[in-house]
């Protein structure tokens, strides 16, 4: 009986510690987007919208951050600026 409950305890916080290990996972892929910028082969959409935040117009922006629009980002051999 008490090997049972150590077993069920076991299990009970191996999943709590994979849930919380995984919330910090996506956390931390989140933060790296956010640092790294928009790049090729990302996918434009509402969850990334805030990534395109001054690289698109406030008009054309609003459509990704609710949903309607979705781009796959591509490489482009232009250098912006030069």
Same mark, same amino acid.
């Given at each position: 009986m008490h /090997?049972? !409950? /150590?077993? #069920?305890? /076991?299990? @009970? @916080?191996? #999943? %709590? @510690?994979?849930? %919380?290990? !995984?919330?910090? &996972? &996506?956390e931390m892929a989140k933060k790296r987007a956010a640092e790294v910028g928009l790049q090729p082969g990302m996918m434009l959409d509402q969850s990334t919208a805030v990534l395109a935040k001054g690289l698109l117009p406030p008009e054309i922006l609003k459509h990704y951050e609710s949903g309607e629009f979705a781009n796959r980002i591509d490489q482009t051999l232009y250098r912006f600026g030069q």
């Open positions: /090997s049972a !409950r /150590s077993l #069920v305890l /076991s299990v @009970i @916080i191996c #999943v %709590v @510690i994979c849930a %919380v290990a !995984r919330a910090t &996972d &996506d």
